[in-house]
């Protein structure tokens, strides 16, 4: 069964780089869509980005200049890491697999998620 | 980006009822649409992609219908651990994007 776990500071003070890790047991992650999903409180789910196995990355735009998602094949980890942080950052951050290896959409295995608070 | 908006934005109903949540899109998305099932302080679940296919797992009383721009989700017999928020996403094009959420309550 494949699991993730995010990992990463829960607390970041505003203009710093916001960095989360997810790792990856279970299975390998040189296959499939490993995406990052964020959700504010009390507010509705919202796609981050992706990283494909290949190190293919897609970024949604209205994050793309202060995002990186990379990954890490021999941790079977992959991270994000978000510049310049505002309060509207504060989110749960999840990681996720996608449901098929050659599409990323349904999202079918998830971290608990971590929550990051942006805040001085 | 394309907009989400799904109707209502929470019901109350009671153990067996049928339950029927919509979701609309500001365009056309074919049947690229998946419905997730959030219950508090837990990551969301999938239900249905590909607009109707139940995923592996999922109980049968769950349903998914549409194409286009209209889509619902049906519960045809809810029962007590449907208690959750629900929400389509589209996959159609990037970005994707997830309709604001059905909080579904039990009379």
């Known amino acids: 069964q494949v699991q993730l776990q995010e990992s990463g500071p829960g607390l970041v003070k505003p203009s710093e780089t916001l960095s989360l890790t997810c790792t990856v047991s279970?299975?390998?992650?040189?296959?499939?869509?490993w995406s990052w999903i964020r959700q504010p409180p009390g507010k509705p789910l919202e796609w981050v980005g992706y990283v494909y196995y290949t190190g293919t990355t897609n970024y949604n735009p209205s994050l793309k200049s202060r995002l990186t998602i990379s990954l890490d094949t021999s941790k079977n980890q992959f991270s994000l890491k978000l510049t310049s942080v505002t309060a509207a950052d504060t989110a749960m951050y999840y990681c996720?697999?996608?449901?098929?290896?050659?599409?990323?959409?349904?999202?079918?295995?998830w971290g608990q998620g971590a929550l990051v608070t942006v805040s001085a | 980006a394309i907009q989400m908006t799904q109707s209502p934005s929470s019901l109350s109903a009671s153990v067996g009822d049928r339950v029927t949540i919509t979701c609309r899109a500001s365009?056309?998305?074919?049947?690229?649409l998946g419905w997730y099932q959030q219950k508090p302080g837990k990551a969301p679940n999938l239900l249905i992609y590909?607009?109707?296919s139940l995923q592996r797992g999922v109980p049968s009383r769950f349903s998914g219908s549409g194409s286009g721009t209209e889509f619902t989700l049906t519960i045809s017999s809810l029962q007590p651990e449907d208690l959750a928020t629900y929400y389509c996403l589209q996959d159609y094009t990037y970005p994707p994007t997830f309709g604001q959420g059905t909080k579904v309550e039990i009379k």
């Open positions: 996720a697999r996608s449901r098929d290896q050659y599409r990323n959409s349904w999202y079918l295995y």
């Open positions: 279970g299975g390998s992650i040189s296959a499939y869509y």
């Open positions: 590909d607009a109707s």
């Open positions: 365009q056309g998305i074919r049947g690229d």
